[in-house]
């Protein structure tokens, strides 16, 4: 029984950091970043807006091809 919650939890955690490294696509990161940039300064950039929730985002577009993967929060 240990084992397998060690496996699960192992599992569980390689899915979430390949999540976090790779997104859902090959852009994913790309274009949350480029759909959320508010403002830079030299040593920062500025982002606004949830990953998951694209109306979140500034620059947040309904065109299909650039929308957001996940479906809006339905508390947005």
């Known amino acids: 029984m240990v084992e397998v919650l060690r496996w699960e939890t192992k599992t569980m955690a390689n899915s979430l950091e390949n999540l976090m490294k790779q997104g859902l696509s090959d852009n994913y990161w790309n274009e949350y970043i480029f759909q959320a940039y508010v403002n830079h300064k030299p040593d920062v950039i500025y982002l606004k807006g949830l990953p998951d929730v694209s109306s979140s985002r500034p ?17 947005s």
């Not at 620059?59 to 508390?75: G, Q, R």
């Open 59 to 75: 620059h947040h577009t309904d065109v299909h091809k650039f929308a957001s993967l996940l479906p809006d929060s339905p508390l």
